[in-house]
């Protein structure tokens, strides 16, 4: 796999529901080792950008690459085998299920297509795999402490990285991760943003989502905008701050 250069191609992506164009051949790239930050106004057309992505939706025109090869129309639980891995905008835990559990479950979940049959072909071997490579991952994103934590007792922050520990599970290239931030208090933002730069310097790539600004102008490498569907811009946290084009389209001038 190619260590620089792009990972992630969406070339004129498209998607429409009956009138509503709600992705209007949108362009932009992820490179290797980047933090990609997908903003916009309600409605702009970043969830369906993403789903997308991850293959929850099919293009109306367009494609999207991953190392230069098509993955648009590919079924979600193959775009997480070829390196795609994503977090929910609410989150998915079993709260009366301890750390390890939600995490080695999921991964579990993540890599068979259908449950009832991934049951009976579940062995010993595989369940000791799962927890030894669910508690690599807790580990990696600093929950040592908290596995056998319940995962409703945790706070809504470290609730959040679980969901991380368990989209790592797969080994991802990229992940995608929807408003990361919502809802978190400042040093909660602060640990995850922490976590995110990590995983980058150790050559993982990340596409978010995000409403919050601030979050987003201090951990973005670099920042792309939409607007009823079009990408309206594309630069630093320092260009879009000031582009006169993404001020009117947040205060719908
Ligand atoms: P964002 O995530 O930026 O708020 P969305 O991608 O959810 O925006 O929506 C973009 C546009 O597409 C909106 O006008 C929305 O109403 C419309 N839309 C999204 N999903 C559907 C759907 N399944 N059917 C019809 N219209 C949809
Ligand atoms: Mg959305």
């Known amino acids: 796999l190619a260590e620089t250069g792009t990972l992630l191609r969406v070339e004129r992506a498209r998607k429409q529901f009956g009138g509503v164009i709600a992705v209007n051949d949108v362009s932009f790239d992820v490179h290797a080792r980047e933090i990609v930050a997908l903003i916009g106004p309600n409605g702009a057309g970043k969830s369906t950008t ?18 230069g090869r ?32 939600n995490v080695a ?47 409703g007792s945790l706070s809504l922050g470290q609730q959040r990285i679980v969901e991380i520990a368990r989209a790592l599970c797969a080994d991802p290239v990229l992940l995608l991760l929807d408003e990361p931030a919502a809802g978190l208090r400042h040093m909660e933002k602060q640990r995850l943003a922490a976590l995110l730069r990590q995983l980058r310097d150790g050559g993982m790539s990340v596409l978010l989502v995000e409403h919050d600004m601030g979050f987003v102008m201090d951990l973005a490498d670099r920042i792309v905008v ?10 630093t946290p320092a260009a879009i701050r000031t582009n006169p084009e993404v001020i009117k389209a947040y205060l719908g001038a």
């Not at 193959?78 to 989150?91: C, D, M, S, W």
């Not at 072909?121 to 508690?135: I, K, Q, V, Y």
């Open 50 to 67: 993403f789903n997308l992505i991850t293959g929850i939706l099919t293009t109306t025109g367009g494609t999207i690459e991953l190392h």
């Open 70 to 101: 098509p993955i648009d129309n590919t079924p979600p639980q193959q775009v997480v085998k070829l390196g795609i891995a994503r977090t929910f905008q609410h989150v998915k835990l079993v709260p009366d299920m301890t750390v390890l559990e």
């Open 226 to 235: 939409l607007d009823f569907g079009t990408r309206i811009a594309e630069g």
């Open 105 to 151: 479950i999921g991964a579990h979940l993540r890599g068979h297509s259908g449950a009832l049959s991934s049951m009976l072909r579940f062995d010993r071997a595989d369940e000791a795999r799962l927890l030894a490579e669910a508690t690599r991952q807790i580990k990696r994103v600093g929950l040592a402490a908290e596995i056998d934590q319940l995962a």
